[in-house]
């Protein structure tokens, strides 16, 4: 664990603390934590400033803090005004560094090689009609294969096939997902492109926020299998992960009501629970599907009306 300078002491238990240069630092937030994290990369939403009024703050939750305060209730009005005005700054910049990333991605558009790889390859393509997703679907996505992507398994890299979804925001992309195939471990098969946050997947590559009723599920895939099957019925988006974070929390804000219908082995590790807290009790319906909503279209032949009769007694959080 890396020793932080004695003015940032107060941050130095917090986990995965990480030097990133000179004058910053990142870790585990001390309020968010890691929920939503994927789990396979060190979480550094918490970043911690040296410098002029030494400062922590967190791009998923927005939690902010001084160095050398120690109870924000004896925070004057002029130290919460310049609290706030900081906050403010730093979201500023990092909306700025996204929107730098996001054009350099599409810039490279290496989305467009790999989809490229899949028209060319009748096997890869395959694998996405095996996933249930078809030829013309796979165009409309700009589904691809990636022959071998690289990536950190903790202090290694490896290697392995993948396949990518772009994540559209009306035309423009704004990450690239990758399925590795071969991967280290089965149960962590998922990287987006490092240094993006992870946005929640629409299937209708709408630029407008999804809005009224919309069906939950979890992971672009299972979004775009439930969109093919459901797309009449609901709005269907997918989480990256079985839980949401904060950041994809205002995405879902004009959404009522929503119904969750994640795997089945989220149902009891709490995950359900706090995914509900976190967009309300209020508006949100839980589904109790047999299996995973994908596996019951493409694996067993499970009809609409069927999976819809399993949405419609959702019950209440």
Request: with cysteine; proline share 6%.
């Amino acid at each position: 664990m890396s020793v932080l300078p004695a003015e940032l002491l107060k941050w130095n238990s917090l986990p995965n603390l990480t030097r990133r240069t000179q004058q910053e630092y990142s870790a585990s937030c001390p309020k968010c934590g890691d929920s939503g994290h994927s789990g396979h990369d060190t979480p550094d939403r918490f970043r911690i400033f040296v410098g002029n009024r030494p400062r922590g703050w967190c791009r998923s939750c927005g939690f902010f803090e001084w160095a050398d305060t120690n109870d924000s209730g004896r925070l004057t009005a002029l130290e919460l005004a310049e609290m706030q005005a900081e906050r403010v700054r730093l979201a500023a910049v990092e909306r700025q560094r996204v929107k730098e990333k996001i054009e350099r991605l599409e810039e490279a558009a290496e989305w467009r090689g790999y989809h490229r790889c899949l028209i060319e390859v009748d096997s890869y393509r395959q694998l996405w009609r095996n996933a249930g997703i078809s030829d013309q679907m796979q165009e409309y996505w700009e589904l691809g294969y990636n022959p071998s992507l690289e990536y950190t398994w903790g202090d290694e890299i490896k290697s392995s096939p993948a396949l990518t979804i772009p994540y559209f925001k009306g035309e423009h992309v704004i990450n690239v997902q990758s399925r590795l195939l071969e991967p280290e471990d089965p149960s962590d098969k998922y990287r987006f492109t490092k240094g993006l946050p992870a946005p929640l997947y629409d299937p209708e590559k709408d630029e407008s926020q999804p809005n009224g009723l919309v069906l939950l599920v979890e992971g672009a895939k299972k979004a775009m299998v439930s969109y093919l099957h459901l797309g009449a019925r609901y709005r269907v988006i997918g989480m990256p992960s079985k839980a949401l974070s904060r950041m994809q929390l205002d995405s879902l804000k004009d959404c009522e009501p929503i119904i969750i219908a994640i795997d089945p082995d989220a149902m009891f590790d709490g995950t359900i629970e706090r995914n509900v807290n976190m967009l309300g009790k209020e508006r949100v319906l839980v589904a109790r599907l047999p299996d995973k909503i994908d596996d019951l279209f493409v694996r067993h032949g499970a009809t609409p009306d069927q999976i819809d009769s399993f949405l419609k007694v959702s019950r209440t959080a």
